[in-house]
């Protein structure tokens, strides 16, 4: 059984700076693609940033310059250092990833969700 918890979310003034984590758990064979979308009410969930394994990353263009995507493979864990907040960054923060459970075997799992919350 593999999960993904997310941590780090929380109320933060307009400017302030939040750190958020996602750590894997469960029977892991390895981790290729990791990401990090946001859902603000009434609205789709978007793509905020990705990395890949070998650290590749890519960023929607209403975070770049202030959001930076990293990871540690050893610990199973990706981060998202969020600078400069907006309110309008406000949203629930998920993980996602593609992680196998075996050589065979590759899913795509996502996180409970933490909430962001940037006031102005």
């Known amino acids: 059984q593999v999960q993904l918890v997310e941590s780090g979310g929380g109320l933060v003034q307009a400017g302030g700076s939040l750190r958020l984590s996602c750590a894997a758990s469960g029977t892991i064979f390895g981790i290729n693609y990791m990401g990090w979308y946001r859902q603000a009410p009434g609205k789709q969930r978007e793509l905020v940033a990705s990395i890949t394994r070998g650290g590749s990353t890519n960023y929607a263009d209403f975070v770049k310059g202030r959001f930076t995507i990293s990871r540690d493979n050893a610990k199973n864990t990706v981060y998202l250092q969020m600078n400069s907040l907006k309110p309008e960054d406000t949203a629930v923060y998920y993980c996602?990833?593609?992680?196998?459970?075996?050589?065979?075997?590759?899913?795509?799992?996502w996180g409970q969700g933490t909430q962001v919350t940037v006031s102005s």
């Open positions: 996602n990833a593609d992680i196998g459970s075996d050589r065979y075997t590759l899913l795509n799992y």
